[in-house]
C-alpha cells in the first residue's frame, strides 16, 4: 500500500534524495546540497508544492512537485507539475498515477482552470502515461522560451 502525503520541512532530507536522483535521470550532475537548498527554500517561501510517495515499510518511492501560475485571460490558478519521479524498483506499481492524482485533488481544491506539464518527446514512459490519466497533448499553441544561459 502507497500513501501520498503533502511534503514539510520534516520530509526534506527524503525528497532531496528523491529530486536527485530525478535530475541525474535527466542527465543532470548529482547536486544533493544544492537540492536541499534549492527545496528547502521553495518550501520557507511556499513557491511549490511536493507530495510524496511512502511504501508500507517507509520508504519514499516517488514525488511529484506542483509550480503555481496564473491565466490572466481565464482569471484563475494553473498548475505546473514540474517534476514526477518513481524509483525504479517501485515503478509499475500505479504510484505515478496516484501522485497525479492527488495533483488533480489539488487543482481542485485549488479552483485551479489547469493542471500542464511538459516533457520530452522521447519519454515514452510519460507519453504513454500522461494520455492514460486524462491529459491532452496541446496541438493548437506553440511554446516558446528564452533562457540566459
Not at 505515478?96 to 522521447?122: C, F, W
Not at 510519460?126 to 492514460?132: A, C, E, K
Request: hydrophobic residues 40%; glycine residues 6%; negative net charge.
Amino acid at each position: 500500500m502507497i500513501t501520498i502525503l503533502q511534503a514539510q520541512t520534516e520530509h526534506l532530507d527524503a525528497l532531496t534524495s528523491l529530486f536527485d536522483a530525478y535530475r541525474v535521470w535527466y542527465k543532470k550532475p548529482s547536486d544533493l546540497e544544492g537540492a536541499k537548498i534549492f527545496l528547502a527554500g521553495l518550501m520557507e517561501r511556499g513557491d511549490a508544492i511536493a507530495y510524496l510517495a511512502q511504501a508500507e515499510n517507509g520508504e519514499f518511492a516517488g514525488f511529484t512537485q506542483l509550480y503555481p501560475l496564473y491565466s490572466s485571460t481565464r482569471m484563475k490558478r494553473i498548475w505546473v507539475l514540474n517534476d514526477l519521479y518513481v524509483k525504479p524498483e517501485y515503478r509499475g506499481q500505479g504510484i505515478s498515477k496516484l501522485l497525479i492524482d492527488k495533483a488533480k485533488d489539488l487543482a481542485r481544491a485549488t479552483d485551479a482552470v489547469e493542471l500542464l506539464l511538459e516533457t520530452g518527446k522521447d519519454n515514452d514512459i510519460g507519453n504513454s502515461l500522461y494520455p492514460s490519466v486524462g491529459f491532452e497533448r496541446n496541438t493548437e499553441f506553440y511554446f516558446y522560451y528564452w533562457t540566459t544561459v
